[in-house]
């Protein structure tokens, strides 16, 4: 499971003014706001993006300079594999360690849609003690112990929420590199890409 919420996407009329710099073009810029605010690439710059953006990183530094921004719910152990993309990213998470015990631990709280009638009920056992564990801990918080069971055993189908900045050099990493992966959150990861303004001559520069 995977959930993907309140996407925006920063400074790109900066970033296509810092591409015309090497060849001092900007009278050659043609993009503008529209009525929703919404920032448009004219013919010129968006032929100037694209062909920069294909021509290879050397040269498409100019990506490097538009920010995305967006909230992402997904399981531990796919958070695990994002984290392999530190470089230009960013990420606030919910804290496990302040607030684990601040609600009921519930099936809800999990990516559990692939797991089959046994997995289910393991998850289910596992879960009635995890919140068995948090009432203990909330009764007595002085007790330490309850705390610890619920942190150690917590599974990694557990889900937490990152607000996560990226930048478009970035997204095309992840695309290339996760788009065909065995877990379903990268597809929904990629077809979320895939949705953002210019994806397709900005981003999908290898199809």
């Not at 607030?99 to 009921?104: D, E, L, M, R």
């Not at 709280?109 to 009432?135: H, K, P, T, V, W």
Request: proline residues 2%; hydrophobic residues 35%; charged residues 25%.
């Amino acid at each position: 499971m995977i959930k993907i919420e309140r996407t925006s996407v920063m400074n790109m009329d900066n970033a296509i003014r810092g591409a015309r710099n090497p060849l001092n073009s900007w009278g050659r810029m043609d993009s503008y706001y529209d009525e929703n605010g919404n920032y448009v690439l004219g013919d010129n710059d968006i032929d100037l993006a694209r062909r920069l953006a294909h021509a290879g990183s050397d040269h498409r530094k100019f990506l490097r300079m538009i920010f995305v921004s967006v909230d992402i719910t997904a399981p531990l152990y796919w958070w695990k594999e994002f984290d392999t993309y530190k470089v230009g990213t960013v990420a606030n998470s919910c804290s496990t360690m302040h607030k684990i015990h601040a609600k009921p631990i519930e099936r809800d709280d999990f990516s559990c849609d692939r797991l089959d009638e046994g997995g289910l009920e393991a998850l289910d056992a596992l879960i009635a003690y995890l919140e068995a564990e948090r009432q203990k801990f909330c009764a007595n918080k002085e007790d330490r112990q309850s705390w610890h069971n619920i942190i150690q055993l917590l599974p990694s189908s557990y889900n937490q929420m990152r607000t996560v900045t990226l930048n478009y050099e970035n997204l095309i990493n992840i695309y290339y590199a996760r788009k065909t992966h065995k877990l379903a959150e990268w597809h929904t990861l990629c077809d979320w890409i895939k949705t953002l303004p210019y994806a397709e001559q900005l981003i999908l520069v290898k199809e």
